[in-house]
């Protein structure tokens, strides 16, 4: 049996980002989720994810295989706080197992804006092509 895994990166109560955020400006949160369960064939996974992706339109991209997938997005949230409990409540709700049988929130990770530019400089996230793309993840190793 799989462990749920939670990250949680930048556990200041601002995000580190590119310097003190102007007023007004709220700071980003790039939170990373990792739903998995049973084995669910290729095409009802890719369906699913489509309905998720329908009703939450602010999604930059998906990753997934018949164990698992690897949703990204941007939140707003105030401090890693509160973003993480928004995605718990977010991803731990009726709606992803109502469109992927069996499937859970796996694994949550929420990182600043700079953490993740900081990541994709080193080459650990996959390029985006198109927002709110979903893309099997052997079809990213061709996208590099």
Do not use: C
């Amino acid at each position: 049996m799989r462990r749920k895994h939670l990250e949680r990166h930048g556990l200041e109560t601002e995000p580190l980002g590119d310097g003190p955020l102007e007023a007004g400006v709220r700071p980003l949160w790039l939170v990373t989720v990792t739903l998995s369960g049973g084995v669910l064939a290729l095409d009802r996974v890719r369906y699913g994810l489509g309905l998720l992706n329908e009703t939450r339109a602010f999604l930059v991209s998906t990753r997934y295989d018949e164990h698992h997938a690897e949703i990204r997005y941007w939140d707003e949230g105030d401090t890693v706080a509160e973003t993480t409990r928004q995605a718990l409540e977010l991803w731990g709700d009726e709606d992803v197992e109502d469109v992927l049988p069996g499937w859970t929130l796996y694994g949550l990770s929420v990182v600043d804006r700079g953490a993740a530019r900081s990541q994709w400089v080193a080459g650990e996230h996959p390029r985006v092509v198109a927002l709110g793309e979903i893309v099997p993840f052997d079809d990213y190793a061709q996208l590099a």
